[in-house]
């Protein structure tokens, strides 16, 4: 079992430019969430995906978007950036939104410069 | 203010020392968890409580719910417990996400 696995590991733009985020979610998972994690900072929760559907967001601005496939994988997508977006993006995954049983995958790191 | 504070927020011990890391919330909650995060970003739970006390090897984890407060507690702490150490809660009223704190950053020297 692959667990959770995000594609890239790292990334670098430049303020106002678009970046997709990728995730796969552990086998037997159908629920992604994903956060951002500024440095030196705990992660904060940016939206969840089941059924390909968003189903809850957090305080984050329009310009981030995502979307669920129907092989449950996730992408998330950061529209004009700004350098404030540099952070580690975690994706986690679990079965039927539950929390209890939530696995994180290593996670991306965005540099915007 | 946060939801959920951690203390201290960084720690250093010796080899060997008794360790421990606090996580105070201030919402009611589900369930707690403590995480690990090694440098590189992955994260792993170490432990979900909703009452009392867990022990995995070297780690005790315990919670008082009344008191809105909970520790990680590791025993005999070695160089590879390095790490940021990271509590999260589920809320009582929205159980489909963590509200994390900021972690707490360990390093044990040899």
């Known amino acids: 079992d692959a667990g959770v696995t995000q594609s890239p590991t790292h990334l670098i733009k430049t303020r106002g430019q678009q970046v997709t985020l990728r995730c796969s979610p552990k086998s037997g998972h159908d629920t992604v969430s994903w956060y951002q994690q500024a440095l030196g900072q705990g992660p904060q929760f940016i939206f969840q995906?089941?059924?390909?559907?968003?189903?809850q967001r957090g305080n984050f601005p329009d310009r981030f978007s995502g979307h669920q496939f129907p092989n449950y994988s996730s992408e998330l997508n950061v529209n004009a950036l700004l350098l404030g977006d540099s952070a580690l993006y975690l994706c986690?995954?679990?079965?039927?939104?539950?929390?209890?049983?939530?696995?994180f995958g290593p996670g991306t790191r965005l540099t915007v410069l | 203010k946060n939801e959920v504070e951690q203390s201290p927020q960084n720690l250093t011990a010796q080899e060997g020392e008794f360790i421990t890391i606090n996580c105070s919330y201030s919402?009611?909650?589900?369930?707690l968890h403590w995480l690990q995060q090694h440098p590189g970003g992955g994260i792993v739970s170490l432990f979900m409580?909703?009452?009392g006390k867990k022990k995995h090897g070297r780690l005790i984890a315990t919670i008082n719910i009344q008191e809105k407060h909970s520790s990680l507690h590791i025993t005999a702490s070695h160089p590879r417990d390095s790490a940021v150490y990271i509590c999260?809660?589920?809320?009582?009223?929205?159980?489909?996400?963590?509200?994390f704190g900021t972690g707490t950053r360990l390093q044990v020297f040899p």
């Open positions: 409580l909703s009452s």
């Open positions: 995906y089941y059924e390909e559907e968003e189903r």
């Open positions: 999260a809660v589920i809320k009582s009223y929205n159980t489909d996400k963590l509200i």
């Open positions: 919402v009611g909650i589900s369930a």
């Open positions: 986690a995954s679990s079965f039927r939104f539950r929390t209890d049983t939530q696995y």
